[in-house]
């Protein structure tokens, strides 16, 4: 067990599984989980809708001046997720777990159209809706994280890395700059994410290395050239 794994600090339970029992939910193993200490109930166990309850429900409980999901962007912020969801987040898993030649062609294609036009969305926004951080950042942080170290290999993803798009990268250097963000994106959280799917699968190795990914979205331009440089080798 990773220490960078979330524990459990109400019952020290050990396994998702047993807080779900805790819950009188059977057979379910899925996380993110959201639990509500006082009824013991799991409230969810979607992250999308996690976030939008931490973005808006939540809100008087916040500790830093954010919005995620402010009202006169709301409607560019769901119609970025639905397709975020639909060509990025879920399209990656289309391709890495289909069993057929040809959904996996579609997906990988859909896949890397998306990731142009994320390139060219960002080459005149700081963040996919503007100069503030959203939700729609948050949702698509997760799939780019992954590409280079985890999809690029096991999911046969591997038409470009994201150090290629350089205003994908220059957001991913500004995403994990976030406060707060170090904890989900250092290289200890890297390797749990790594050990999670490529050990399963007997896939390590990687013309990145396995050390030092997560880091390199601080300095974007130094870290292209290190990047191309070990590709090339």
Not at 66 to 95: C, F, Q, T
Not at 108 to 131: C, H, M, Q
Not at 187 to 209: F, I, T
Request: hydrophobic share 40%; aromatic share 12%.
């Amino acid at each position: 067990v990773f220490p960078e794994c979330t524990g459990d600090s109400l019952h020290g339970r050990r396994t998702a599984k047993e807080i779900y029992e805790a819950a009188g939910i059977a057979d379910r193993k899925s996380v993110p989980i959201l639990f509500d200490k006082a009824s013991a109930t799991v409230v969810s166990n979607e992250s999308a809708e996690i976030v939008r309850m931490f973005a808006t429900a939540m809100a008087p409980f916040h500790t830093r001046d954010v919005a995620l999901y402010p009202a006169e962007k709301a409607a560019r912020i769901d119609d970025m997720n639905d397709w975020i969801y639909k060509e990025v987040a879920n399209g990656s898993y289309k391709a890495g777990f289909s069993s057929s030649q040809d959904v996996y062609e579609a997906a990988f294609e859909t896949y890397f159209a998306a990731l142009d036009r994320l390139n060219t969305i960002l080459e005149g926004s700081k963040f996919l809706v503007g100069p503030t951080v959203t939700e729609a950042d948050l949702r698509l942080f997760p799939t780019m994280f992954r590409h280079d170290p985890v999809y690029y290999l096991r999911f046969k993803l591997n038409a470009a890395y994201l150090w290629e798009y350089k205003n994908l990268w220059r957001w991913m250097g500004d995403m994990v700059r976030l406060d707060g963000m170090e904890a989900v994106s250092n290289g200890a959280y890297l390797a749990a994410l790594q050990a999670g799917v490529l050990w399963k699968s007997g896939e390590w190795n990687h013309p990145g290395g396995t050390g030092g990914l997560s880091g390199v979205f601080q300095e974007p331009e130094l870290a292209r050239a290190e990047m191309r440089t070990m590709a090339k080798g």
